[in-house]
C-alpha cells in the first residue's frame, strides 16, 4: 500500500499539465523513433557491407518506423514527425500557424539527438568500415548513413524536382487517409495504411536521392555529420557523384 502511494504521488509530481509542452515532448518522442530506426536501417547496410542488411530492409524498416512514430504520439501531438506535414496541416486550417516553428525546431533536434544515438551505436563499425576516414563520397563514405546524398549523375534541379513530387505524393496520399468525407481507414490502423504508403514511394521514387520526404529527417543528421567530423562537404551538392 505504502508504494503504491509513493509511486501515485511520484506520478502526480512528474505529470506534465502544459498542453503544448506535452506536444512537443511527444513530437520529440516520436521523431526520435522514427529516424533512429530509419537511420539505424541505413547503418546496417552500410556498415557491414551489406551483409546485415540491404535496400529492401531499409525500405521496409523506415515504413515500419512511421507507422511506430504515430502509435507512440498520433494522440497527443498528432505525430507530424515531418516540417513538410505541419506546414500542409497549417495551410488546411488544422494546425496553427504559430506552433508551426516550434515543431520544426523539435523535430530538427529529435533527428539530431537520434543521429547521435545511431553514431553511438554503431560507432565501431563505421569507423572499421571508413578506415579511420569519415568521408561523404567514395568507396568507403559513411555520411549516407546519416543523411540523403543524390545518386550518380543526378542534377540539382532534377533533384529538386524529385523531392517536391515525393514529398506533394506522401502529403496528398495522408491527406487522403485522414480525411473522414473519403473512404474511412478502420480505425486504429490509420498508422498502418500511413506506413504502406511511405514504403510505395520508397519502392517506386527512392533512386534518385534516397527519399527522405522529410527536411527534419535530412537536416537534423546532416547537422550532426558536420558537427561529427565529416566537415561541410556534407552541405554540397556535387553532380556526378553520390
Known sequence: MGTTSFLKRVRGLLRIRNQLVRECL???????????????TAAQKIAFFETKGNIITSYVGSAIA?????????GISGAHMNPAFSLA????????????????????????I???????????????????TLTVSGPRETASIFATYPADNVSLANGFLDQVIGTGVLLVGVMGLMDTRNKPVPKGLEPVAV????????????????CPL?????????????????????????????
Open 26 to 40: 511527444a513530437e520529440l518522442l516520436s521523431t526520435f523513433v522514427l529516424i533512429i530506426i530509419t537511420l539505424g
Open 214 to 242: 522529410n527536411p527534419a529527417r535530412d537536416i537534423g543528421p546532416r547537422l550532426f555529420t558536420y558537427v561529427a567530423g565529416w566537415g561541410p562537404e556534407v552541405f554540397r551538392w556535387v553532380e556526378g557523384k553520390g
Open 195 to 210: 506506413a504502406l504508403l511511405v514504403l510505395s514511394i520508397e519502392c517506386s521514387m527512392g533512386a534518385n536521392c534516397g
Open 66 to 74: 512511421v507507422m511506430v512514430g504515430i502509435y507512440v504520439a498520433g
Open 114 to 132: 537520434s543521429a547521435g544515438a545511431v553514431y553511438v551505436l554503431y560507432y565501431d563499425a563505421i569507423w572499421h568500415y571508413s578506415n579511420g
Open 89 to 112: 496541416m497549417c495551410l488546411t486550417g488544422q494546425f496553427p500557424w504559430w506552433k508551426f516553428p516550434i515543431f520544426v525546431v523539435v523535430q530538427t533536434l529529435a533527428s539530431f
